[in-house]
């Protein structure tokens, strides 16, 4: 068993003329098909998609945003979810994209036309198929945000 060279990858010992690895180096755990695998990081960090080590997120869950602890946060008052960001509501926006009428939807930040079409909904809330906001907690939203983002 010692003195074989192993020809599976992050393996730190081999038997069968080193064909069979039976101990993976640190890091690394022997799957079914003879392979050292990375073992996987478990995150602890609430609402994370992926993490560096077990508290420090890069990426989180949509519509959570990293925020400067490397945790996951929904958006703030003032502010929508763009694309993995929080971007600012603000009225040079409201003014150069005509979304100034009153909106139908309370749950809604911005409509168009006769206010009854709604382009970006509130904090919390995501657009669903009839052009209204509905709250992201729901199954139907996770759904949404599939057909949006995938």
């Given at each position: ?58 990426q ?6 990293l ?22 509501i ?61």
């Open positions: 068993m010692t003195g074989k060279e192993c020809a599976v990858e992050n393996c730190a010992l081999c038997k069968d003329n080193g064909e069979t690895c039976i101990i993976c180096l640190n890091g690394f755990t022997l799957n079914d098909q003879n392979e050292c695998e990375p073992i996987p990081i478990v995150c602890s960090v609430e609402n994370c998609a992926s993490c560096d080590d077990d508290s420090t997120c890069n989180c869950n949509i519509p959570f945003t925020n400067e602890d490397n945790g996951c946060e929904l958006c703030e008052e003032g502010t929508y979810f763009n694309n993995r960001s929080c971007e600012s603000s009225f040079k926006m409201k003014i150069m994209t005509n979304y100034d009428k009153e909106c139908a939807d309370e749950n809604c930040a911005f409509c168009q036309e006769d206010g009854t079409i709604c382009r970006i909904c509130l904090n919390g809330f995501i657009m669903n198929d009839l052009d209204g906001c509905e709250p992201i907690s729901t199954a139907e939203s996770c759904n949404h945000l599939k057909k949006a983002f995938f």
